[in-house]
């Protein structure tokens, strides 16, 4: 098993950037494929961004691709998630995901979450 911490959210205004740090501990960080996902207020949980075990493969969802970069260092068993130019629209809870199988971009398909971070963006 793995354990997943977030950290890093916060109020921002509209063009600024963030930072988020997934800290996990367990098993083998490598041999999980990471995923950040978000909820916004009142809306359902929505896949953001994944990365392979080796951090070769990555992949977004439109809204954020070209804004926002996920990374990881298993050195560190730390994921990360560089968010810029941040909207409104990225007001959400966002929780880092793990799994051991590849590649997954809905909620049930990761076995393993944190408790979330809030990022609110003003206007």
């Known amino acids: 098993q793995v354990q997943l911490v977030e950290s890093g959210g916060g109020l921002v205004q509209a063009g600024d950037s963030l930072r988020l740090s997934c800290a996990a501990s367990?098993?083998?960080?490598?041999?999980?494929?990471m995923g950040w996902f978000r909820q916004p207020p009142g809306k359902e949980r929505e896949f953001v961004a994944g990365?392979?075990?080796?951090?070769?493969?990555?992949h977004y969802r439109g809204s954020v691709r070209g804004r926002f970069t996920i990374s990881r260092d298993n050195a560190k068993d730390t994921v990360f998630l560089q968010m810029n130019s941040l909207k409104p629209e990225d007001t959400a809870v966002y929780f880092c995901?793990?799994?051991?199988?590849?590649?997954?971009?809905?909620?049930?398909?990761?076995?393993?979450w944190g408790q979330g971070t809030q990022v609110t963006v003003s206007s």
């Open positions: 990365i392979s075990y080796s951090g070769g493969f990555k």
């Open positions: 995901a793990a799994d051991l199988a590849f590649g997954g971009m809905t909620p049930d398909q990761y076995g393993y």
């Open positions: 367990g098993r083998t960080f490598s041999t999980y494929y």
